[in-house]
């Protein structure tokens, strides 16, 4: 292990003991920024939660951007930590940094380091630095658990699924428990709404279109007062934004049609809402080539939101392998493989460089 790679080891696992949560990674910005600052000549912009560092390789104005996360989970004992792997996807960009100084890059590279992924927030605030800057291309990656370690994967078209958290509450009349003709309850409601779930997910198995439910709450602990109120939470997730939207709005649609019928009022809230993350082909086509990479034969199911750059710059996502046994993201025995911050860095690296 040369000098670099351990320095970077080193610095992953000082962001892995300093895991924050999603808009509140103050500690993170700045131990990222002290690490460029003692170990690069990158020009650093500070834009107050997110900030990005500037390789100037040529005289030319545009530039091409390399973006990592950095913000932390909630964890199940009541601690933050790094459950998906964003300590290691900024630790890596740093090291892709130093190598394009090493190498002297003939190429203008923007390193932009984003929070508040896991919410789906992040790329929205960090996407004023197409306004501030000329970037001609983004690209950004993500660790893969149960893929061969330190293997590209990327696909043209949609990588990583689009998805939006679904609150529905259901609200009746209270009354005694004695007396339940004289309230009105949301529980017929609710399990309607919950046999229509299947019977959309039945009819969506052609497509990777699908709903999960997170959570049911109603009534309360009183055994005298019946329940008058219901709480439905869900995802819904689709390999494209048009058809989560569809599937939303049958959804939304069934479920206000049966509150009416019920006499019971109907409201909803969406929640950490995430475009499909959809490269555009010739960008995952030089991933793939640029990388020795595999074609990513179906989208991830999962979320990022790194789709809301795709939005407005062109650019690709790929992935990274981090092991066949590697635990999953988002479980607790997760963390971001040390093996893998080179072969994540290397990918950046040669993304800019080969032709």
Known sequence: MDVQERKIRELRHLLHENAELSGKEEKTRRIL???LRENTHLEIKDEGPWFYAKYKGNPGDSWVALRADFDALPAKDGTVKHLCGHDGHAAALCYTGMLLEENHVKENVILLFQPAEETGTGAVLCSGLFEKENVRAIYGCHNLPG???GTVYTRPGTFACASRGLEMTLTGKPTHAAYPENGISPAPVLGKLLRRIDELNESAKEKLCMITVIGADMGSESYGIAADQAVLRVTLRA???????????GLLNYA??????RKLEFSFRVLDPFPATVNVPEHAEHILKACGGKVLETPMRWSEDFGNYLRGCPGAFFGIGSGENCPGLHTENYEYPDEILRFTAHAFFDIVTVK
């Open 239 to 249: 390999e494209n934004d048009e058809d989560l939207a569809s599937f939303e709005a």
């Open 147 to 149: 893929f061969p370690l």
């Open 33 to 35: 920024k002290e690490f």
């Open 256 to 261: 206000g049609k049966l509150c009416a019928e």
